[in-house]
């Protein structure tokens, strides 16, 4: 009777652990990366909205998913080199890279293979070498989402406002203030070439060098203070730039204390609270959920060549009211409900 019991147990234990050896086995287990270029509140919400939502979808770090951060600090070289390392290890199933120099160095690195390759948070994706066309699919390892609102509704928003406190003799004057950061330079040209179309407004640019974020920030900010002092007596409002300068509060203060000049775009909302009169852009946290729900779905076979790239499908507004009443501006009833609750004082 105890050799059966001991036969039997030891036969029953075999079974558990094959049983249990092939729920392992079975288990999808994911390589995800995701790069972050640089320490700043955009990239920092969009991580955190992107990991929220995978946790939503049933991915558990160190379970189902093996997730492996790298974090460039504004560098693309070192961004290269983390990724280098990371493939040493094993094949990743998708690489996600939040900004551009994280999907700059994403698909230097990958361009020759066939990991998936997902960016979001790029405001101009041609220009920074991800893709050819935009509102298509790339054909390639390489998809992602757009993280701008198009030039011309950001222009035409603004001239609803701005434009009201300039005589129509003449036009609205913006100084524009910019890095050679990618996406920087591609704001600059997509809104000047809106401008020459049209004869009630300017942009008054001027050019200082990236830096690496965050120890660069001093040095951008001093060059960005000569660039106010070169301006200020020609421009009627400021219009922050989009990548890392136009992110940082630190900028949008300065614009306020060196000058005496409005700010009619900001970057971020924190500048609309600020003192900035508007800011519009793609809502941070729905823009990394659906990044995570694309990332899903290429995690579970869509191939990512199929997948269009195109902007976002959720917008934020803000408007400073006391900002507004200061300028003498009247905020048309549409546009305070697009706001909603992103209405300032």
């Known amino acids: 009777m105890n050799n059966n019991r001991k036969i039997f147990t030891a036969v029953l234990a075999g079974v558990i652990f094959f049983a249990l050896s092939f729920s392992v086995a079975a288990k999808p287990f994911k390589n ?10 955009a990239c920092e919400a969009h991580l955190a909205a992107f990991v929220s939502q995978l946790t939503e979808l049933g991915y558990r770090d160190g379970e189902n998913m093996a997730l492996t ?4 600090n504004g560098a693309r070289e070192f961004a290269e080199d983390q990724l280098q390392k990371v493939l040493k290890t094993g094949r990743p199933d998708v690489v996600a890279t939040i900004a551009t ?16 390759v997902f960016f979001f948070q790029v405001s101009d994706p041609v220009g920074a070498g991800l893709v050819e066309k935009i509102g298509e699919p ?29 005589p129509e003799k003449r036009p609205v004057r913006f100084g524009f203030i910019h890095s050679t950061y990618p996406s920087a330079k591609g704001d600059m040209r997509a809104l000047t070439a809106i401008e020459k179309n049209r004869n009630d407004m300017v942009f008054d640019t001027y050019e200082i060098p990236y830096e690496k974020v965050p120890e660069g920030v001093p040095q951008m900010l001093a060059k960005a203070l000569d660039g106010i002092h070169t301006l200020s007596d020609t421009v009627d409002f400021w219009w922050e730039p989009q990548g890392p300068l136009g992110e940082l509060d630190a900028f949008t203060r300065l614009l306020m204390e060196q000058s005496t000049i409005p700010v009619a775009m900001g970057q971020t909302m924190e500048s609309v609270k600020t003192g900035a009169l508007m800011h519009i852009t793609p809502d941070l946290s729905a823009g990394g959920r659906e990044a995570a729900k694309l990332v899903d779905g290429i995690l579970k076979g869509a191939d990512p060549g199929t997948i269009p790239v195109t902007a976002p499908a959720t917008f934020t507004l803000g408007i400073n009211i006391t900002t507004a009443l200061r300028l003498h501006i009247v905020v048309p009833p549409d546009i305070l409900e697009l706001a909603g609750d992103y209405i300032y004082q």
Not at 32 to 41: D, E, K, L, R
Not at 69 to 72: F, P, S, V
Not at 140 to 163: D, K, Q, S
């Open 32 to 41: 995800v990366v995701v790069i972050v270029t640089m320490p700043v509140p």
């Open 69 to 72: 951060i790298i974090r460039a």
């Open 101 to 116: 120099l994280a999907s700059q160095a994403a698909v230097n690195v990958l361009k020759d293979t066939d990991v998936p």
């Open 138 to 166: 790339t054909g390639t390892n390489v998809a992602g989402r757009i993280f701008t609102v198009p030039a011309e509704v950001r222009i035409n928003l603004a001239m609803r406002l701005a434009g009201q406190t300039i």
